[in-house]
């Protein structure tokens, strides 16, 4: 069963895209196991309403483990099963907390090992002529194309500031297949289901 890792910055909206991705492919809940950096498995069940409301938020570092669901996918007149994994936001800091520290390294651990990998942007977090914390976004980058099987999806752009970002995010990762999405409203969803379909 291949694995697809979802990889950003924090509040980037890997989480809720998870969830809204897994209802966008006909799930009503989800079984999720969460993988501690000690190794620690934890399974729970979950409907897809009740595993955003407790595991959504605007709070920095909301994820600190990896969360991964199975998930159905039709293609042709096939099934097919795969992984989606949601993880800790990545950011250039070393950060305080020693719990935050062990996640994020988690999380390039499993970058390294993931068959593919969905790099998520906040568009709201774009300044002109600068990308949000461009250095590891460009590190995902460039670690992506080099394993050619890596997708950057331009999330928020349900938010009406952020149309002109695109073309900028385009610009600053010139060789990004890049998919425009709105992780709130599911807008974009048909591209990235598209997408992960030639990949599983």
Known sequence: MKE???VGYPNSGKTLFALNFACFLGSKSVDITARSYDG?????HLSIADAKNEL???ALHKTRLLQSMVLKMPIGKATVMFKLTDTCGISEQIHSDQTIRCAMAQTLGLVRCADF????IDLSRMRKN???DQQIDQEIYQYGIARQNYIMLANKTDLPMVKENITRLSA???HAQVI???ALYSDGFKEVKAYVARNI
């Not at 620690?40 to 729970?44: H, Q």
């Not at 990998?117 to 998520?120: A, N, R």
């Open 4 to 6: 697809c890792v979802i």
């Open 172 to 174: 600053e990762f010139p």
């Open 117 to 120: 990998i969905l790099h998520i």
């Open 130 to 132: 600068e990308v949000q």
């Open 180 to 182: 425009p999405i709105s």
């Open 40 to 44: 620690l498995l934890t399974c729970r």
């Open 56 to 58: 959504c938020s605007m």
